[in-house]
């Protein structure tokens, strides 16, 4: 069976780092691409990265040099490194497995919030 | 501004119709296959279609998508209180190389 479980979210203060963790269970992250996605309170839901198989990874402008989007395959877990954080990154954080395909499978997300 | 743009909300009547748009650009919707998802309160989203027009296992065949040029729409028929939900549709954008989704649409059923 197929699951994923975030966790590390939390209370931040702006300008602050915060490591999530996306653990994985039922496939292997490394055989597959791996997204995050993030919905703000009362908001819409806003991509915020992706790893491919192979590694490549891309981000949305938003977070692009401050958050990085890794994964351990002997954990077979992944990881949002975020740095730098803002008022505006606040949000339940999703981890998505094969986002838009037929095998797609979201977490139950795990909130960030950043605030002083 | 959304990429991606969809009406705030949409009405109908139980047992009738609704449709959804999302309108795009060449280089996202254009180019990419379009996803559609919903969500209900306090819960994460739901995949309904992939790949355009194509249904995961599960989701009932009242729900159909569709595409034609830079726009897709959602189709639901045989409307149910239970379709009461926040409806979005997301894509790739090749010019941004990155994902991207339509601000969502909340459905009411009358």
């Known amino acids: 069976e197929v699951q994923l479980v975030e966790s590390g979210g939390g209370l931040i203060q702006p300008g602050g780092s915060l490591r999530l963790s996306c653990a994985a269970s039922g496939f292997t992250v490394s055989s597959t691409y791996m997204s995050w996605v993030r919905q703000a309170p009362g908001k819409g839901l806003d991509w915020v990265s992706v790893?491919?198989?192979?590694?490549?990874?891309y981000y949305a402008d938003s977070v692009k040099g401050r958050f990085t989007i890794s994964r351990d395959n002997s954990k077979n877990t992944l990881y949002l490194q975020m740095n730098s954080l803002r008022a505006e990154d606040t949000a339940v954080y999703y981890c998505?497995?094969?986002?838009?395909?037929?095998?797609?499978?979201w977490g139950q997300g795990t909130l960030v919030t950043v605030s002083s | 501004q959304s990429v991606l743009t969809q009406p705030p909300s949409v009405s109908a009547a139980p047992g009738q119709k609704v449709t959804i748009s999302c309108s795009g650009s060449s280089s996202n919707i254009g180019n990419n296959y379009v996803s559609w998802y919903q969500q209900l309160p306090g819960t994460a989203p739901k995949l309904l279609i992939y790949?355009?027009?194509r249904r995961p296992s599960g989701i009932p065949d009242r729900f159909s998508g569709s595409k034609s040029g830079t726009s897709a729409t959602l189709g639901i028929t045989g409307l149910q209180t239970g379709d009461e939900a926040d409806y979005y549709c997301?894509?790739?954008?090749?010019?941004?190389?990155?994902?991207?989704f339509g601000r969502g649409t909340k459905l009411t059923v009358l």
């Open positions: 998505v497995r094969d986002w838009r395909s037929s095998s797609e499978y």
């Open positions: 997301g894509t790739w954008d090749s010019s941004l190389s990155a994902g991207v």
């Open positions: 790949e355009n027009n």
């Open positions: 790893i491919y198989a192979g590694g490549s990874t």
